[in-house]
């Protein structure tokens, strides 16, 4: 099975080639970052009207290294949202225009299945697991059956882990996307040397908040800069890391263990952090639970990780006809029980 996925749901132009789920064959990612940051974060319409000058180049470049013909695909996979209403609007039409074209089926993906995804490819994990999603939008613990098929254990109830790292790289000043530079800095701070608050850590429940985090570092800067004092980047991103580190960690283990769960699965951009990597391996280890991060290139948005969701959704027939629309706000459950209404 070949399944070609498009991804705009952001500022990455993506598409790629899967088969049977788990092997890339082609892929492309035109990346925007360049042009967003001198306005120090994504601007909607720019990376909308870079979707249109981009996509059918990244397409076309993908089935090239694919070395696939349409007839050799057996279905194509977009992401239909949640994300950007523009920029989705770029993907959903471009995969509506193909599929129209080959009279192949068009299968609607939802962002966060596709995170999700990313898992199955290149082997390591199956079906069914937990999973923790952090990206830039979303922190959320849950469950995925054989069919993948999601339920939804918790979440947060502010700012994304993502977010987070985004908002306090601006404070400090790392310039945007800032979650890697905060992850590059913290290993050079003291993790000890600030204590932020844990929010919602002894909560019995799977949720969290972020943004009382981020308003302590807010505070530790402002004072010192009024004081004419200098601001410890590296011991502030240290003591925040840790902090977002250790509820992430707690919440997910105490899921793990409590549904009585074998394998945890990390995706979406934050599950490229080294701190969060080796805290959640250390506690995997001592817990017995099997924990699967996705290759670091894999975290982030791409295609490959659509195509992978769009195998398993074809696989149980999931697919729409061609009136297919996209949203900015999209639930899993909404989703994936059809429950995406076509505007008029
Ligand atoms: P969503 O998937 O929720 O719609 P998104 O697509 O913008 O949001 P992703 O592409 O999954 O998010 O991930 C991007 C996020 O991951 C950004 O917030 C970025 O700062 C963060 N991120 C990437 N690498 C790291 C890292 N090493 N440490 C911490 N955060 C990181
Ligand atoms: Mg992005
Ligand atoms: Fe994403």
Known sequence: ????????????????????GRLIIGQTIASQIAIHTRFGGVVPEVASRVHVETVTQVVHETMRQANTSWTDL???????????LGALLVGVSAAKGYALATGL??????????HVAAALIDGGVELPFLALVVSGGHTEILRVDEQFYFTRLGGTKDDAAGEAYD??????GLAYPGGPKVDAMAALGNPDAFHFPRSMME?????????????????????????GQEVPVADLCAGFQ????????????????????????????????????????????????HVHFPPMSLCTDNAAMI??????????????????DAYANLSLADWQAGRFPVRA
Request: hydrophobic fraction near 45%; glycine fraction near 8%.
């Open 1 to 20: 099975v070949r399944i070609l996925g498009i991804e705009t749901s952001c500022d990455e132009t993506a598409a790629a080639v899967v088969a049977d």
């Open 74 to 84: 057996d279905g194509i996979a977009v992401t239909l949202g949640p994300g950007l």
């Open 105 to 114: 089926p068009l299968i609607p993906v939802h962002h966060i299945a596709g």
């Open 167 to 172: 908002k306090v790289a601006r404070m400090v």
């Open 203 to 227: 909560e019995d429940n799977y949720d969290f908040s972020f943004s009382g985090l981020k308003t302590a570092v807010l505070n530790e800067i402002n004072q010192r800069r009024q004081k």
């Open 242 to 289: 840790q902090a977002v580190v250790d509820v992430l960690v707690e919440k997910a283990a105490r899921a793990m263990n409590q549904t009585k769960s074998h394998q945890l699965v990390v995706a979406g951009g934050v599950a490229a952090n080294q701190g969060l990597r080796r805290v959640l391996q250390d506690r995997a280890k001592h817990d017995g639970f």
């Open 307 to 324: 195509a992978a969701a769009g195998t398993k959704l074809l696989s149980r027939g999931f697919t729409h006809d061609l009136s297919l």
